[in-house]
């Protein structure tokens, strides 16, 4: 079964605003985590990564945190814009299983509203 | 320029038709991938080649045939197409299958009647 899920299925919130995404995984083996951004009628795309040997990790307005603790990942997206809307996923990589395999969470839909 | 495409965009089919869909990939990654996203948005791996050997199969019936002439192409072939295949299916790659990033294409959207 899946490892990775999401507290929220959708999220809505105001150009400008942050906007703060989260999942929740199972497996504490995982060592390797990604965030991937799905826009309406196209593929998944890439947005930030992060290694289980560190907690947080910083792109163009968008933080990754890693909290091995209670085994949680969060997307923080700093002054959200339209163009952010899309499906969220997060995904994992455990190190005792294969490593070309990532488990995929169920996705978050983010809403900008103008 | 496009690095990972899939042909085609859109198939539309009737049941118990066999169909192939196509990917390839012109980053020089040596590992690819095949997943299938339901009406959900629910992402299922289906199979992974590493330099055209295959390296995973998650249970997916053997009407669903995977092949790779090379370590740019993976082709999906369906047998016998049935009802619960209608779903989106894409193809990625990464360089490596070792946590490296895994690219994927705009997907083929299939819808079995």
């Known amino acids: 079964g899946e490892s990775v899920g999401l507290h929220l299925p959708t999220l809505s919130v105001q150009e400008g605003d942050n906007s703060i995404i989260n999942c929740a995984y199972s497996?504490?083996?995982?060592?390797?985590f990604i965030w991937y951004k799905q826009e309406s009628g196209k593929g998944p795309q890439f947005i930030i990564d992060i290694r289980s040997n560190m907690d947080k990790r910083q792109g163009q307005r968008v933080t990754v945190l890693l909290n091995k603790t209670v085994k949680h990942l969060s997307l923080q997206i700093a002054a959200t814009q339209p163009g952010d809307s899309a499906v969220y996923f997060c995904a994992e990589k455990w190190s005792g299983g294969s490593n070309y395999k990532l488990t995929f969470g169920k996705g978050t839909l983010l809403t900008v509203n103008p | 320029d496009t690095a990972v495409s899939q042909t085609p965009k859109y198939l539309v089919t009737q049941m118990g038709n066999d169909k192939s869909i196509k990917c390839e990939q012109n980053l020089g990654h040596d590992t690819m991938y095949w997943y299938k996203q339901d009406s959900k948005k629910f992402l299922k791996i289906m199979f992974s080649?590493?330099?055209?050997?295959?390296?995973i199969n998650e249970t997916v019936p053997n009407r669903f045939s995977p092949k790779s002439p090379d370590k740019a192409h993976l082709n999906l072939h369906i047998n016998s197409l049935e009802l619960g295949d209608s779903a989106v299916y894409f193809c990625?790659?990464?360089?490596?299958?070792?946590?490296?990033?895994?690219?994927f294409g705009p997907g083929t959207r299939l819808l079995v009647l």
């Open positions: 080649y590493n330099n055209k050997e295959l390296i």
């Open positions: 497996n504490s083996a995982s060592d390797y």
């Open positions: 990625a790659s990464s360089r490596s299958g070792w946590g490296e990033t895994q690219y």
